[in-house]
């Protein structure tokens, strides 16, 4: 009967669900090293409008402005073409999703920068500068030694320019090269973390 349902339903949800479950494969291959993108992300940046015939139609109120009849019942399969669905791979909404993507990482990664503390507790290994957390921690330095036989040797220069402004931290290996690597590569690092709480 020609009704427009303004607040969607089972035919919108049907059409979405598709869309959404293909893009996210694409993005999955193209956001390598990033987060996972959710489907209920993608779906946050599409417009969809349907024009259907759904038998028996049923709704959730009398304004009949959300259809609640299930995509089994609509009396027709609607599938989506394979080839339409690759035109959106060609379509700007793969790069807007992977921009938003890349920016809500980048604020995750700065939140886990965290506040800083006085007194740092539960990193291993790491011997802080005395003034470090405090007002003077902007004239502290921070000596990154590779493995526990290279710190050693820093900390027994230590003894010379003293504790009170420089730290020492050792790292276990080679560390994770942030440039080739994605933001959920480096935000899940323990090294990577470890560091950037340090400082």
Do not use: W
Request: charged share 25%; hydrophobic share 35%; with cysteine.
């Amino acid at each position: 009967n020609a009704i427009s349902t303004s607040k969607g339903g089972g035919h919108v949800s049907y059409i979405a669900d598709q869309v959404a479950s293909h893009l996210q494969k694409t993005l999955k291959k193209k956001n390598k090293g990033g987060s996972d993108i959710k489907p209920a992300q993608i779906k946050n940046h599409l417009s969809i409008y349907v024009n259907c015939l759904v038998e028996n139609p049923a709704f959730d109120s009398q304004t009949k402005d959300f259809l609640t009849t299930r995509p089994k019942s609509f009396g027709s399969d609607c599938k989506l073409s394979d080839a339409f669905l690759k035109k959106l791979d060609k379509s700007d909404i793969v790069e807007t999703i992977l921009s938003f993507a890349t920016f809500k990482d980048r604020q995750a990664l700065k939140r886990k920068g965290g506040a800083k503390k006085a007194k740092l507790t539960g990193i291993t290994k790491l011997d802080d500068a005395n003034c470090a957390g405090t007002a003077k921690s902007i004239d502290c330095t921070l000596i990154i030694t590779e493995g526990d036989s290279a710190k050693s040797l820093a900390v027994s220069g230590l003894s010379v320019v003293g504790r009170d402004y420089y730290g020492v931290f050792p790292l276990r290996g080679k560390p994770l090269n942030v440039r080739d690597a994605g933001t959920h590569q480096v935000t899940n690092n323990e090294e990577i973390k470890n560091l950037v709480n340090i400082m």
